[in-house]
């Protein structure tokens, strides 16, 4: 832009305002004017068309007594049809653009308390909007869009607020957790009792096929031995397994040492007390 031998140059995305004596004589746009500065015509100012952005810090109280600032983003720009209104009417655009969203924000936030301020930031927005389009529009303005874009509570009130979010984390965590253990638990329960009956299943099993063996041994030898009796060849059944027994016990070489009476008379008790414990078992299975 320049004034050389009554010349005026307007650049791209500005205008330029044309006094003659002092009175407004009409709105230049860009390009190359020429003003005899002789006749009293002049450039009294130029005036910006391009977007422009004003942010807002505004201080305010919630419903529940929180001070929180609000930061508002105003993107504003000139009407290049009403350029001469933007010019005269105003002497400082930024300063009454903050003094409409300050009275905007401290009559909205009030009303809410904090957890709402954040969820209904696009109405306050909005209302910043449609309040600043109102006033502005009679200046020569036209306001493009409006935006919350920070709400900061008071750094005590954002810590209390993590702690409380944190609590209701670990407390959820604390929740999942025991309901885990308490899954795990019962599955274990389930698998131990499992376990155990298959067990018994096997024992029991283990029980008859003994039984059902000594008995098959017992008819065979007295079918071919006659004369014996079936305690004739059970007990020497016994006692055979009794020496099998003893012979492992000291074949081990890891055994430790056992003390058990041994002679004629104490290889009849145990054929005895075996022959009394297989009985019972398989008594107890049959029931």
């Not at 300063?95 to 930031?121: G, N, T």
């Not at 002679?263 to 049959?286: E, N, Y």
Request: hydrophobic share 40%; glycine share 6%.
């Amino acid at each position: 832009m320049g004034n050389l031998c009554c010349c005026v140059q307007v650049d791209q995305s500005t205008v330029a305002i044309k006094e003659t004596f002092g009175k407004f004589e009409e709105v230049l746009e860009p390009g190359c004017h020429f003003l005899p500065w002789c006749l009293g015509q002049q450039v009294a100012g130029y005036l910006s068309l391009r977007l422009q952005q004003l942010d807002v810090r505004c201080e305010t109280k919630t419903k529940d007594n929180v001070f929180v600032n609000v930061v508002a983003s105003i993107q504003y720009r000139a009407l290049a049809n009403n350029a001469n209104d933007a010019f005269y009417k105003l002497s400082n655009t930024r300063s009454q653009i903050q003094a409409y969203v300050f009275d905007v924000i401290r009559a909205s936030v009030p009303k809410l308390i904090l957890d709402d301020v954040f969820e209904q930031k696009n109405e306050i927005a909005k209302a910043v909007e449609e309040e600043l389009e109102k006033a502005m529009s009679a200046y020569g303005f036209e306001i493009v869009q409006t935006l919350i874009v920070d709400i900061e509570p008071d750094e005590h009130v954002k810590r209390a607020m993590n702690e409380i979010n944190a609590a209701a984390r670990m407390r959820l965590a604390a929740n999942e957790k025991a309901e885990a253990e308490k899954i795990l638990q019962i599955k274990r329960a389930e698998g131990e009792a499992e376990a155990k009956y298959l067990s018994g299943l096997g024992i029991a099993r283990q029980r008859q096929a003994i039984v059902d063996g000594l008995r098959d041994s017992v008819l065979g030898f007295s079918v071919n031995v006659p004369g014996t009796t079936a305690k004739d060849v059970m007990d020497m059944v016994l006692v055979t397994q009794y020496f099998d027994t003893m012979k492992e016990i000291g074949a081990s070489s890891k055994s430790s040492a056992v003390f058990i009476p041994h002679g004629p008379g104490a290889v009849r008790d145990v054929a005895t007390q075996i022959r009394d414990g297989l009985l019972q078992g398989s008594f107890a299975d049959q029931s």
